[in-house]
């Protein structure tokens, strides 16, 4: 029986790809480094180091592990600027439906995020209460697609990983929540999400009737 939900937040409750994107964009052009939209696309759901590694690769660019870290802290500086201006009318439309109504049914709910500024994002949307566990960036070391972040967040609420279904928009992150053995709902397109055992275009169609009727047996 599914007793448990695991959240993952950027693509899943709000967008903040497109903060990220300004931030990464801004810290490119200083360096004279290529970045565009195609490529921050590959930086979904993974860690800020792997990010910045990822673009560095596109521009064959190799810098001491101290530089990066610093570079790493430049970008990460105008994104947490960024997040003041977010409110809690940015939740991805479907998104406060579906955790106000997992809360009414009683079940229990977590974060399973690759950020470190989680907290932040979820004061910014007024949404921290909706959850039981916060699961983030500083949770674990190991990230996306390693299955840790979920596993943490499921020990957290005492239930096993086949008593949860993990919400992630990341490819990674399916393979991640197949990894640990969860069940899995994408949000996105085909080619991205495929793979999870029940996909949406986005949240808006997850309500909670759809996730039950595809998981019938699992109610
Ligand atoms: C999010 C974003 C990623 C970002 C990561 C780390 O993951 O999708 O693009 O690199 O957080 O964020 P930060 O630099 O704030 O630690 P998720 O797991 O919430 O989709
Ligand atoms: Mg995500």
């Known amino acids: ?37 195609d490529l921050n696309e590959k930086l979904r759901g993974i860690s800020r180091m792997d990010s910045i590694k990822v673009i560095m690769d596109h521009n064959n660019v190799s810098l001491k592990e101290e530089t990066i870290v610093e570079l790493a802290t430049q970008k990460n500086d105008i994104y947490v600027q ?15 439906e579906l955790l106000t109504h997992l809360r009414s049914e009683g079940f229990s709910v977590a974060l399973g995020s690759a950020s470190k500024n989680a907290e932040k994002v979820l004061k910014q949307l007024n949404a921290t209460h909706y ?7 500083n949770s674990v070391s190991r990230s996306k697609p390693a299955p840790d972040i979920f596993l943490y967040a499921s020990e957290k609420m005492g239930l096993s990983p086949e008593r949860c279904i993990v919400f ?52």
């Open 82 to 96: 960024s997040l003041d201006h977010m409110t809690p009318e940015d939740y991805l439309p479907g998104a406060k």
């Open 131 to 137: 959850f039981d566990v916060i699961g983030d960036g």
């Open 1 to 37: 029986m599914i007793k448990g939900f695991i959240f993952d937040l950027d693509g899943v409750i709000t967008d903040t790809a497109e903060l990220h994107f300004a931030a990464w964009k801004k810290l490119s052009d200083d360096m004279d480094w290529q970045f565009d939209r």
């Open 168 to 219: 992630e928009d990341a490819e990674k992150g399916i393979d991640a929540a197949k990894a640990g053995n969860f069940y899995s709902v994408g949000i996105g397109p085909e080619e991205r999400v495929g793979h999870a055992d029940v996909r949406f275009d986005t949240m808006k169609e997850a309500t909670l009737f759809e996730v039950k009727s595809h998981f019938k047996d699992l109610f």
